[in-house]
């Protein structure tokens, strides 16, 4: 059993698993729903099917090509030190915590690189269909990501004696994410409330290095 269950087939289940739910809620969105459209399921959650160029939760900071090929770089750098932590026998719960940030990464990398050649444009009045590759919305790697989870907890107005924000309305949660986005954050959460030790000797270890290399 135990050759079964290795740290290191465990890190590329939980890759796969993620992938594989992250883009089949995506494609039944995208395919299903109009753009905007929303779905209530409580007061508190919500299916709203929206789309952004930028990074996790609909930020827009960068352009896209650059962020698409930093996506790819990042998720190659977070492959290889997954990789070093499974042969470096680092605990399960880390290996588990990095699995779910690369499994994130790569499944926004899917949309940006792939969506814009296989789907034509989702719109108010049309849902998105599966077009020959080429035949797309966008160019290779200028793909929309597709998020959907919307989570508005409670909301309110500001009183509006308060500076800059009074009479605003206030939204929380208000940022609409994906599976994927869900992955990374998990991940990150969990590597810094119980992995903290970790993190730490993986910084100093790295400022050793780099000491030793310019005092070469």
Not at 30 to 57: L, Q
């Amino acid at each position: 059993m135990k050759k079964i269950f290795t740290k290191g087939r465990l890190a590329i289940f939980i890759v796969l698993a993620v992938l594989i739910i992250d883009q089949i809620i995506k494609i039944w969105v995208k395919t299903s729903m109009y753009w905007h459209e929303s779905i209530r399921i409580t007061d508190w959650f919500y299916i709203y099917f929206t789309e952004n160029n930028g990074m996790a939760f609909g930020m827009e900071i960068f352009d896209k090509l650059f962020l698409t090929s930093f996506r790819i770089l990042a998720a190659i750098g977070i492959a290889w030190l997954l990789a070093k932590y499974v042969k470096q026998n680092y605990k399960t719960g880390f290996i588990v915590c990095v699995a779910l940030i690369l499994a994130g990464a790569v499944g926004n990398i899917i949309d940006c690189v792939l969506y814009g050649q296989i789907f034509n444009e989702s719109t108010h009045s049309s849902l998105a269909e599966l077009v020959p590759l080429g035949e797309g919305y966008a160019n290779w790697f200028h793909g929309k990501v597709v998020d959907m989870f919307y989570f508005p907890l409670f909301e309110f107005d500001w009183p509006q004696w308060m500076p800059f924000i009074g009479g605003n309305h206030f939204i929380f949660f208000s940022p609409i994410f994906n599976f994927a986005d869900a992955a990374i954050s998990c991940g990150i959460i969990a590597l810094i409330l119980f992995y903290s030790k970790y993190l730490n000797d993986i910084v100093e270890g790295s400022s050793k290095k780099a000491k030793k290399s310019n005092e070469k």
